[in-house]
């Protein structure tokens, strides 16, 4: 049986060195709720595992310079426990979806885009808030923004060599409020049928601006550019008129039996989160 070589670097620096050595060689094990199973199949099989959960300084969050950056071993339960990310309800809304308890305590959001699953709940949650990602590697480090992330399915623009070092949330004004909702067949523990986030900024019962996001709709999470330019400058009542009998041109559905009900459903369920938003607002939140 082919050997395979374990690393748990204690700093960033040892990561990117490590990684810069493997290449595609390497695989990242952050939470291991994902990857461990198939490292378990051998349905991945690498010449280096690089556990990443022993650095400090990726588990940080903080704010600065206008934006919550996520640090990228940073867990589920951190983000539900920080004040800073508390300011984003679509994000925690997300989070609270994930798994269960046990997932939450190990499951990390930037396991989340690695997996770049078009369910993952956290994806679509950051893409609707306009998340940054940084990707680090040996010398340097580049920005990706979250609707830029997903190539294909299960495929990210992460290269060999590159970690997700932070994601990076720009903090909005209050008049901004986000949420997120998602159609599974169980409670907990299931993945999402559709889901759906928005961030959105209202004045006097007016939509200004809007982002939409949807996961389970085809290979990747999406944007809803469509519907976002359509519901600028709407009341809030013709906006939720308007969604619900939408069925945007991104959704990229083949199977048909899906994409019956998927097309059946998303409208209701961006008009709920597009209401729970707006409700935020109108009681005040941001
Ligand atoms: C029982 C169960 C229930 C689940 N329920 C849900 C659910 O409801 N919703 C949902 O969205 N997901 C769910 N998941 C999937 C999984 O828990 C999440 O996707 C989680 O966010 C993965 O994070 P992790 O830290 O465990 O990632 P890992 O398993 O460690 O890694 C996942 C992938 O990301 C890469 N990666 C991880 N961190 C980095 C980094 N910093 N830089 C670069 N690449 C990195 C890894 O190489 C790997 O390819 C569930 C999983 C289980 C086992």
Same mark, same amino acid.
């Given at each position: 049986?082919?050997?395979?070589?374990?690393?748990?670097?204690?700093?960033?620096?040892?990561?990117?060195?490590?990684?810069?050595?493997?290449?595609?060689?390497?695989?990242?094990?952050?939470?291991?709720?994902?990857?461990?199973?198939?490292?378990?199949?051998?349905?991945?099989?690498?010449?280096?595992?690089?556990?990443?959960?022993?650095?400090?300084?990726?588990?940080?969050?903080?704010?600065?310079?206008?934006?919550?950056?996520?640090?990228?071993?940073?867990?589920?339960?951190?983000?539900?426990?920080?004040?800073?990310?508390?300011?984003?309800?679509?994000?925690?809304?997300?989070?609270?979806?994930?798994?269960?308890?046990?997932?939450?305590?190990?499951?990390?959001?930037?396991?989340?885009?690695? &997996? %770049? /699953?078009?369910?993952?709940?956290?994806?679509? *949650? +950051?893409?609707?808030?306009?998340?940054?990602?940084? $990707? !680090?590697?040996?010398?340097?480090?580049?920005?990706?923004?979250?609707?830029?992330?997903?190539?294909?399915?299960?495929?990210?623009?992460?290269?060999?060599?590159?970690?997700?070092?932070?994601?990076?949330?720009?903090?909005?004004?209050?008049?901004?409020?986000?949420?997120?909702?998602?159609?599974?067949?169980?409670?907990?523990?299931?993945?999402?049928?559709?889901?759906?986030?928005?961030?959105?900024?209202?004045?006097?019962?007016?939509?200004?601006?809007?982002?939409?996001?949807?996961?389970?709709?085809?290979? &990747? %999470? /999406?944007?809803?550019?469509?519907?976002?330019? *359509? +519901?600028?400058?709407?009341?809030?009542?013709?906006? $939720? !008129?308007?969604?619900?009998?939408?069925?945007?041109?991104?959704?990229?559905?083949?199977?048909?039996?899906?994409?019956?009900?998927?097309?059946?459903?998303?409208?209701?369920?961006?008009?709920?989160?597009?209401?729970?938003?707006?409700?935020?607002?109108?009681?005040?939140?941001?």
């Amino acid at each position: 049986m082919k050997e395979t070589l374990y690393f748990g670097p204690k700093t960033l620096a040892e990561a990117l060195a490590l990684l810069d050595k493997y290449r595609d060689k390497a695989v990242i094990v952050n939470g291991g709720t994902d990857i461990v199973e198939k490292l378990a199949h051998r349905a991945v099989d690498p010449e280096a595992i690089v556990y990443i959960q022993g650095i400090p300084e990726l588990k940080t969050i903080k704010e600065e310079a206008g934006f919550v950056s996520i640090g990228g071993t940073a867990t589920y339960k951190d983000v539900l426990a920080s004040p800073l990310c508390g300011k984003f309800a679509g994000l925690i809304q997300s989070v609270r979806e994930i798994g269960s308890a046990p997932i939450r305590v190990v499951g990390t959001p930037a396991g989340n885009i690695g &997996t %770049a /699953v078009p369910a993952a709940d956290c994806n679509v *949650a +950051l893409m609707a808030l306009g998340a940054r990602i940084v $990707l !680090a590697k040996l010398g340097g480090e580049r920005v990706v923004e979250t609707k830029d992330m997903f190539v294909a399915y299960c495929k990210t623009q992460l290269e060999p060599g590159e970690l997700i070092k932070e994601i990076r949330i720009p903090v909005t004004d209050a008049g901004t409020a986000s949420a997120f909702a998602k159609l599974a067949k169980r409670k907990a523990q299931d993945i999402a049928q559709v889901s759906a986030s928005v961030r959105l900024t209202a004045e006097g019962g007016v939509c200004k601006d809007i982002a939409i996001a949807l996961g389970a709709v085809g290979p &990747t %999470a /999406v944007r809803v550019p469509s519907l976002e330019k *359509a +519901l600028v400058g709407k009341s809030i009542d013709a906006c $939720l !008129a308007e969604v619900k009998k939408a069925v945007p041109p991104e959704l990229r559905l083949r199977n048909p039996r899906n994409k019956q009900y998927k097309e059946a459903v998303v409208g209701v369920l961006i008009g709920r989160v597009l209401k729970a938003a707006y409700e935020e607002l109108a009681g005040g939140g941001k």
